[in-house]
């Protein structure tokens, strides 16, 4: 089974709202990533956190880990419509390879 | 400069054919990813090359999957005997040396079997 689960799996909220996207995973990591996905294509990398950090900031992005829980947040606030995408969390456990959720499909409504 | 490049973008085949889908990486990126991806699901990893390493193919689901990587750079998924299951998109993602802290991604092709 996958090591992360994005939730929810779908989500669907009004331009300008917050958006919050949580993962869970199984295993002792290295760090945690997001990744948006648009149209189905390629990935991008948005933001990285390392199991040492419990908070990171990057722009209107804002990841929160918490290891003891082995799970992670990651809010987009005053969302806008280019932010509608599906968005992964991938865990870095080591063996050189990260192991991707099955994502959260992200739609901003204008 | 450039990203990472996937060809083609889109590829429909018959059942029971082989097709060849090719990826090239960042330059200077040495470890490059395969992953394949079913409608609406996350990522499957398939297969990883780091550099001049035997390749990590813990990830392929059957011995009609397999991948080269030439001169350490280009790289080749070969699936034969194609299937329906089969149909997915397959990504292909490069990093630097120093790990896979961040990964980046051609656009994929998106495979039909029919």
């Known amino acids: 089974s996958q090591q992360g689960e994005e939730d929810p799996q779908a989500l669907s909220i009004q331009e300008g709202e917050n958006a919050t996207m949580n993962c869970s995973y199984k295993t002792s990591i290295n760090n945690l990533q997001w990744y948006r996905q648009n149209s189905g294509r390629g990935l991008v990398h948005l933001i990285l956190?390392?199991?040492?950090?419990r908070e990171k900031h990057s722009g209107r992005l804002r990841v929160t880990l918490d290891t003891s829980k082995k799970s992670s947040s990651l809010l987009i606030t005053a969302s806008r419509a280019a932010d509608t995408a599906s968005y992964f969390c991938?865990?870095?456990?080591?063996?050189?390879?990260?192991?991707f959720g099955q994502g959260t499909r992200l739609t901003i409504n204008p | 400069g450039a990203g990472v490049s996937q060809s083609p973008s889109n590829k429909v085949t018959e059942k029971g054919k082989d097709v060849e889908l090719r990826c090239d990486p960042i330059?200077?990126?040495?470890?490059l990813y395969w992953y394949r991806q079913s409608l609406g699901q996350g990522l499957e990893f398939l297969i990883y090359?780091?550099?001049?390493?035997?390749?990590?193919k813990s990830g392929l689901p059957s011995d009609r999957f397999s991948a080269e990587r030439t001169g350490g750079s280009v790289s080749t998924l070969t699936i034969q005997r194609t299937q329906q299951e089969d149909s997915a998109v397959y990504l292909c993602?490069?990093?630097?040396?120093?790990?896979?802290?961040?990964?980046?991604f051609g656009p994929g092709t998106r495979l039909l079997v029919l």
């Open positions: 330059s200077g990126h040495t470890a």
């Open positions: 956190i390392r199991s040492n950090e």
């Open positions: 090359f780091q550099g001049n390493s035997a390749p990590d």
């Open positions: 993602a490069s990093s630097p040396e120093w790990g896979s802290e961040t990964q980046y």
């Open positions: 991938a865990t870095d456990a080591g063996a050189q390879k990260l192991v």
